[in-house]
């Protein structure tokens, strides 16, 4: 009883938020309140737009008197009135999202959520953990109109900690979310650096500092857009003393968007090119981006800027070919994982458990560092050395000690460059050669891709 009580007065208050926010033309928000009042929460109504097929939400709909907009259309274009309302006007929107929160820093850290609780329970206390969190700002954004992360008491942020909580009135979707997150960053808060963390990853202490770091040095490389954590472990092969805060300058489709940072001077150069993606997919149902409407209007900004075609269609991929367009064509990664990934299964999950685990292990490095010292390894000829050294002499133990021979060369030459192109998966390399099937060589690693993303993340 109880609980049914608490959901209605959510809905009520959803409901009531919509409206007001997003200022909907009358029918639309009698439509919302109708289904709030027949017991059809509108937060179940717009989360299942498009699947429902036959449902009753979508009789209580039809019922309420607007022949024009379905519910699929309806929660586009929520988000489209809502975002368009807080770009309009940056003091407004800083005021409607941030109250009297004042800015303290030039690094603003975002953890974006949905509503995997028994994730974000473990991965956020890992931001409020990180060392020298109070010189950063911190933003908590949930998107998808689910209940409050805060509704459950497990949880709590120590009482003095300055952050910044925004949940969203209505369903984002990633597309607009992440838009909401960079241009909110640069545009509205006027940040330098942005470092965002998605849901389902724990944080090393220390990732934050060596990522904000790793920002400041993507300045003045001309080629280097963004930053982020490795999402393999390579660790196998390197040599902590000596490389732990070692970075490489990678291909920009190598690895995930899952804990990456952004300096504005990159923002900059691509911010014409993310509001074009943003003015085309707004009021559009972004999970149906690969259809009709959206696949042509996005197609036709692709083929506008020279992008490689075919290529996703993701808000993600059209951030990383805006910034190769602007001649960022990498990305700076560290050499070890910094974080533990926990999201193995989500809402669109193609991996079981053990095969995400096997493709991305599970630990993350367990040393300490001194993150200001974070250094580029490909400048120095030293450093590449030290790690094909290294890389030879970890291969020649593991195949003496599991297989009594020696590494082919071509073994030693992929294990090598794995490394240095930031896709090594070396916990399976090392348990391959140890392990089970001694009659086939080790695969190659797998290239990892940001496609792969959609399906550990939230929408
Ligand atoms: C709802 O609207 C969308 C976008 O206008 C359209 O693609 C879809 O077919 C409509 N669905 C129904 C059930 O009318
Ligand atoms: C800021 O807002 C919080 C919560 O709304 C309130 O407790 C606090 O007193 C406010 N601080 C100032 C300086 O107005
Ligand atoms: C990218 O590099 C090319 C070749 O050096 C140059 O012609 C072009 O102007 C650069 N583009 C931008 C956006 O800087
Ligand atoms: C997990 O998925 C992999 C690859 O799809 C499959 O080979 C394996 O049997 C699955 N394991 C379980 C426990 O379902
Ligand atoms: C070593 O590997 C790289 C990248 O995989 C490849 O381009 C190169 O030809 C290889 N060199 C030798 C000597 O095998």
Known sequence: ???????????????????????????????????????????ERLKQ??????????KSYTSAKSEMVNITSLNAECARRYMDSLLADHNAARKQLCGNFTKRSNVAVFYTCFERLRLIHRALPSIFLSN?????????????????????????????????????????????????????????????ILL??????????????????MAELSVNEPDVGVVSLLDMDMGPFLDSSRFSVG??????????LWIFGLHRVKYDAIREMMN?????????????????PLRPRIEALMIKYGFPIPSPFSQDRFFLNSLATANFTKRYQTLFRFFQPIG?????????????????????????????AAF?????????????DSVRLRLNRLFQRYRRSFPLESLVNSTFYGIMEGRLNGQGVAHNIRGADKGSPPPPPPIATCDLRQSRGAI
């Open 1 to 43: 009883m109880a609980e049914t009580l608490r959901l209605t007065i959510q809905r009520l208050i959803l409901a009531a938020l919509i409206a007001y926010w997003v200022r909907l033309p009358a029918q639309v928000s009698a439509a919302i309140f109708d289904g709030v009042s027949n017991g059809q929460g509108s937060s």
């Open 49 to 58: 737009a498009g699947s429902d097929k036959e449902g009753a939400s979508k």
């Open 132 to 192: 020298g969190i109070r010189n950063f700002d911190v933003f908590i954004s949930q998107d998808g109109i689910s209940p409050s992360i805060f509704d459950d008491e497990v949880f709590s942020i120590p009482g003095d900690m300055p952050y910044v909580y925004i949940q969203h009135p209505v369903n984002l979707c990633t597309g607009l979310h992440m838009h909401f997150v960079k241009a909110f960053a640069f545009d509205i808060m006027g940040y330098d």
């Open 196 to 213: 965002i963390v998605e849901e389902d990853n724990v944080l090393h202490p220390q990732a934050l500092q060596l990522l904000a770091r």
């Open 247 to 256: 970075i490489v300058p990678v291909r920009s489709t190598t690895g995930h």
């Open 276 to 292: 074009a993606y943003y003015d085309a997919i707004k009021g559009y149902e972004y999970r149906t981006k690969h259809l009709l």
């Open 344 to 372: 193995s299964s989500g809402l669109h999950f193609k991996y079981n458990t053990s095969h995400f685990v096997k493709i991305f292990g599970q630990h993350m490095y367990n040393g300490l560092i001194d993150p200001s």
């Open 376 to 388: 580029d390894v490909t400048k120095d000829p030293r450093d590449i050395k030290a790690i094909r």
